[in-house]
């Protein structure tokens, strides 16, 4: 009777562990308990200049196309003016595929506000995709608020490719790629390298 005992102590142990494992690995990571991760605290900042803005991009395989301030009230969502802030246009990686003969890139468009809370917000745009939207940040509920009039930097992107071409984008495999997942890959590094 005693050798069972032991048995299913020495067996609860590993299990106890494996059990606070994954607490433990969050905690050491900077996470928490509960699951969810923790941000690092924002660090708001002021604009000084768009063409500034524009100038600390200097990501290889990246051209600028346009760089500008966007006065306040010149833009609307839902009817609600977005404050003063910059707009960045450009686009990453362009190239003549070798498979379909067509022109591809990740293009994308940038806004940071004036008054920037330190936070970036990447807007995907859905479908197809093959346009870049306007970089407002759309949040859940529709178009009633956005994370640009939030302070938020925002990036938006057409996913490597023009809209033009429908569903025949797919034929390029490196387009397949940028619309899946490495548009944002790309990109991401990109902006946050801008904002820092």
């Not at 591809?104 to 806004?111: C, K, N, S, T």
């Not at 995907?124 to 306007?134: E, F, K, P, Y």
Request: charged share 15%; hydrophobic share 45%; proline share 5%.
């Amino acid at each position: 009777m005693d050798r069972k005992i032991h048995k299913t102590r020495s067996r609860a142990l590993p299990a106890a562990l494996a059990a606070a494992l994954p607490a433990l690995l969050l905690a050491a990571c900077g996470g928490s308990s509960d699951g969810i991760a923790q941000l690092a605290e924002a660090r708001p900042a002021t604009l000084l200049s768009c063409t500034d803005l524009a100038a600390k991009i200097s990501f290889p395989n990246t051209r600028i196309t346009a760089a500008e301030t966007v006065a306040a009230g010149a833009l609307a969502v839902a009817g609600k003016p977005i404050a003063e802030h910059c707009r960045v246009t450009g686009r990453m990686h362009e190239r003549v595929s070798t498979v379909d003969g067509q022109n591809y890139a990740v293009g994308f468009e940038m806004r940071l506000p004036r008054d920037w809370n330190g936070r970036f917000f990447y807007q995907a745009n859905g479908g197809l995709d093959g346009v870049v939207s306007t970089a407002v940040g759309a949040l859940g509920g529709g178009p009633l608020g956005n994370a640009l009039q939030m302070g938020f930097a925002v990036l938006s992107s057409d996913a490597g490719h023009a809209g033009s071409l429908g569903p025949f984008f797919g034929l390029d495999p490196q387009a397949r790629l940028d619309y899946g997942y490495q548009a944002v890959g790309k990109l991401t590094p990109m902006a946050r390298s801008a904002l820092q």
